[in-house]
């Protein structure tokens, strides 16, 4: 039986159709009192942007989320991990900081901000899966230790998973950085000819990787732990990796990782999904480019693989906006990630996540 994915669009004409107003009517089709109980202890799980960054999921919309889960008697807290690369949330003080600069604050959200996976991203739990590449996965201990978990995702383009939504808010967001390494299981290298030395790639390096050799950057492979941030700081496009052998490796260990985000949790877990501002790069960037489509709305379901299957057929059946770094290469129909990050295959990510169980690619899409 297809999963239900229940969209509201992006268009307003009165108080009772804003998006505020959509969000409250999905959270209702969602029906968390079925799935929440008094007292049990829900996680939010998002995105609180990188500072520079202005596409995530901002916190008017996550106070409505906290708001739904409080009716039901359950206790909400906004959570996310630090994340492996340097900058704005590599640890807990400041990763909460950036947080509170966001506006996910008590005054504003009604609910705590949990760094979930501790200071220095050592409280995790092993999680046993049993799948490919894993016997068991280390997730967050906040988000093991949940009873529930609510993923609130902003949709977007990805330079290795394709695009990010669902699936890759629970697997990278729901692991320490010892879980992120282990999914980057890719290793990156610089074109010498292409390379022009300006060495931005080692300013952010989290394990000190790259060194100038000659006027040009070296990226040691022993070192290197796989974060992709030296590729997405490259002016020139100089770092590579092995993308026809290393992506599919990569891209299922991610969806193993999500797997286990949600193992023990069956019937624990809903989806909202925000398919606005659909920009080329991951939040975590520092910056956010012009939206590749024009906004589409919000969707809501039960099912990860669903709601991102539902969303990656509303990217691709969109035009291509005015002024975007897609503009004259692409239109209604055109896979609009392969456009954005030619060497990735963002549908891998469903077929493998149906294929281990995650979830069904087979939706219905009912319009509220």
Not at 6 to 21: E, Q, V
Not at 45 to 69: I, Q, T
Not at 330 to 354: C, I, M, N, V
Request: one cysteine or more; a neutral charge; aromatic letters at 8%.
């Amino acid at each position: 039986m297809p999963a239900k994915v229940f969209l509201a669009d992006a268009r307003s004409h009165n108080p009772k159709t804003s998006t505020l107003a959509k969000l409250e009517r999905l959270l209702e089709r969602l029906e968390l009192g079925s799935i929440l109980a008094e007292g049990e202890l829900a996680a939010i799980k998002l995105h609180f942007g990188e500072l520079g960054n202005d596409a995530y999921v901002g916190p008017v919309y996550a106070r409505a989320v906290v708001d739904a889960v409080r009716r039901t008697g359950a206790k909400p807290f906004l959570a996310d991990t630090n994340t492996l690369y340097t900058g704005s949330r590599s640890n807990a003080v400041d990763h909460a900081d950036t947080a509170v600069r966001h506006g996910f604050d008590w005054a504003v959200c009604g609910a705590p901000v949990i760094i979930a996976d501790g200071l220095r991203g050592g409280n995790w739990r092993e999680v046993e899966i049993g799948k490919k590449w894993f016997r068991a996965v280390k997730i967050a201990g906040d988000f093991a230790d949940a009873d529930a978990i609510i993923a609130l995702s902003h949709f977007k383009g990805h330079e290795m998973a394709g695009f990010g939504g669902a699936i890759k808010n629970l697997a990278m967001g729901c692991a320490p950085a010892i879980g992120k390494r282990e999914q980057h299981s890719v290793r990156f290298f610089v074109k010498a000819k292409a390379c022009i030395g300006c060495m931005a790639c080692a300013a952010v390096c989290p394990s000190k990787a790259i060194d100038p050799i000659e006027g040009k950057a070296l990226i040691d492979r022993g070192r290197c732990i796989g974060c992709g941030e030296c590729s997405t700081r490259c002016p020139v496009r100089a770092i590579s990796m092995d993308w026809e052998t290393e992506l599919p490796e990569f891209i299922e260990r991610l969806v193993e990782y999500a797997y286990g985000a949600v193992k023990g949790k069956e019937g624990k877990t809903a989806y909202v999904t925000f398919v606005t501002k659909v920009v080329p790069d991951c939040d975590c960037s520092s910056w956010s480019d012009l939206p590749v489509v024009p906004d589409i709305g919000i969707l809501a379901s039960r099912d990860p693989v669903a709601i991102d299957q539902a969303a990656f057929d509303l990217v691709k059946a969109a035009p291509v906006s005015a002024g975007s770094v897609l503009e004259g290469k692409g239109g209604p129909g055109d896979d609009k990630f392969a456009l954005l990050h030619p060497e990735t295959r963002g549908s891998s990510q469903l077929e493998y996540a149906q294929g281990i169980g995650l979830g069904s690619r087979s939706y219905e899409l009912v319009r509220i």
